[in-house]
């Protein structure tokens, strides 16, 4: 049984998806709960539980979880493997997770390149898993990209400096229209909060973006795309 602990942003989640596919035997990830749904929907073998349940949270604290619920207990008893993405090798999480799974192979990874890494940030972290005996296949994915399909088009981003101009993407909208090629335009929850009301109304109008607000919603517009352009963001992330 491997755990795998992991509560970063959702482009770091996206990035986790490949070692999840690689890992030997039933998975289970405990992160929040839409983002470990998607996973279990999304690889065979992977469970999901919620990283805001209380046992989990208090791992953190420097005195740990002094009960367990009889499930959570039995996770930890059966566990041979625990990924953390949440912690160090040295900090109170870590030591907590040790006495409670003391049969367990703990490697705790970064979410981030090392300032001195190159190449992909999996790769590094396939490597590490590796070194402490962690089995992660390079799992080949079949295509599934409809040749007919639209262009999804995602214009937002968390980080304002990481945005390509708005006009920019209208621009890149119109040609596509002018040349016939399908286009599906998705919205997220910093763009309906950052954006002016009447910049929406005119992307709903003109452009027929759709709001994406949960996971599901953002997998569904995703599923079926001849292609994906966007920014430096989470749904970018998800769609590769």
């Not at 989640?13 to 890992?23: D, E, N, T």
């Not at 286009?183 to 994406?212: K, M, N, Y």
């Amino acid at each position: 049984m491997n755990l795998v602990f992991h509560q970063a942003a959702l482009g770091d989640f996206a990035l986790i998806l490949p070692l999840l596919r690689g890992l030997d035997g039933p998975t289970t990830l405990i992160a929040p709960w839409s983002r470990g749904r998607l996973a279990a929907a999304l690889i065979e073998d992977v469970s999901a539980m919620d990283i805001e349940m209380f046992e989990f949270t208090r791992l953190h604290s420097d005195d740990g979880p002094h009960t367990l619920s009889p499930a959570v207990a039995e996770l930890f008893e059966a566990a041979q493997t625990v990924i953390s993405f949440v912690s160090q090798d040295d900090d109170p999480w870590a030591e907590h997770v040790v006495r409670l799974a003391a049969q367990c192979n703990l490697v705790c990874l970064d979410t981030r390149p090392q300032d001195d890494q190159f190449g992909h940030v999996v790769d590094a972290q396939r490597e590490k898993l590796l070194s402490h005996g962690i089995a992660v296949a390079e799992v080949e994915l079949e295509p599934t990209v409809d040749p007919h399909g639209p262009l999804v088009i995602h214009p937002g981003s968390g980080g304002r400096d990481k945005c390509w101009p708005r006009d920019r993407f209208e621009q890149l909208i119109d040609a596509c229209r002018e040349r016939h090629r399908p286009v599906r335009v998705i919205f997220g929850e910093t763009e309906a909060s950052r954006w002016p009301q009447h910049v929406l109304e005119h992307w709903h109008d003109h452009f027929h973006a759709v709001g994406c607000g949960s996971l599901e919603q953002l997998v569904e517009q995703l599923m079926g795309a001849s292609g994906y352009v966007g920014n430096d963001a989470g749904p970018t992330h998800l769609a590769a």
